[in-house]
């Protein structure tokens, strides 16, 4: 089953550095969004990935940067660490202009110390 | 701005009895989709039950079903016969039909008790 598949799936980084997180969408999907899941809380938007551009994004940071490659794969960059970013990572993909359909990965778990 | 509320931190339930998770959102969007998901210790978010707002037919599952009240802006879930396999973290969607994000709950956390 070619699901979503996120890597790694933890991680430990410490305040201000620099962590990348990546992402390899469903087969078949063309559309990758990120979602940050802090302790208790539900998946917050960061931004959705299409045809190599970022298509929408949510209310984070300019720290919070992504990149889509031909191969439809994703990756989240996140600059200068803080605290306050320790969160589980949550990539989801999709068809373009789908409102369902999305698969979810299993997320990366970032800790910042 | 959407906003989609849980109000029920936690809950329990007897295995193969009922239980109701309530979810209430708040929008100015007339077309939307709203979804319930699960979240088990996996951490990956699936796919419950999804209900089109246009549509006035409650949407089913096998054993999950909702109660959707347009008007009240309400979107409640129920479990039927419920499994050991159903604990997890539950979480209530909404989707707007011109937006590609989804705005999540905070999560009820649902134990089954055998």
């Known amino acids: 089953d070619a699901g979503v598949t996120q890597s790694p799936t933890h991680l430990i980084k410490t305040r201000g550095q620099q962590v990348t997180l990546r992402c390899s969408p469903k087969?078949?999907?063309?559309?990758v969004s990120w979602y940050q899941q802090a302790l208790g809380q539900g998946p917050q938007f960061i931004f959705q990935y299409y045809e190599e551009e970022e298509r929408q994004r949510g209310n984070f940071p300019d720290r919070f940067s992504g990149h889509q490659f031909p191969n439809y794969s994703s990756e989240l960059n996140v600059n200068a660490l803080l605290l306050g970013d320790s969160a589980l990572y949550l990539c989801?993909?999709?068809?373009?202009?789908?409102?369902?359909?999305?698969?979810f990965g299993s997320g990366t778990r970032l800790t910042v110390v | 701005a959407q906003t989609v509320t849980q109000s029920q931190p936690e809950m329990s339930v007897q295995e193969a009895e009922t239980v109701t998770l309530s979810c209430t959102y708040d929008t100015s969007e007339s077309n939307y989709y709203l979804f319930w998901y699960k979240q088990p210790p996996s951490r990956q978010m699936i796919l419950v039950i999804r209900?089109?707002?246009?549509?006035?037919q409650n949407a089913t599952e096998n054993r999950f079903s909702v109660n959707f009240q347009k008007a009240a802006k309400s979107f409640s879930l129920k479990i039927s016969d419920s499994q050991l396999g159903d604990t997890a973290m539950y979480f209530c969607a909404f989707m707007p039909n011109t937006g590609n994000q989804f705005y999540f709950g905070t999560g009820t956390s649902l134990t089954v008790i055998p």
């Open positions: 209900q089109e707002a246009y549509k006035q």
């Open positions: 989801a993909s999709s068809l373009v202009f789908s409102n369902y359909g999305y698969t």
């Open positions: 087969s078949g999907h063309d559309t």
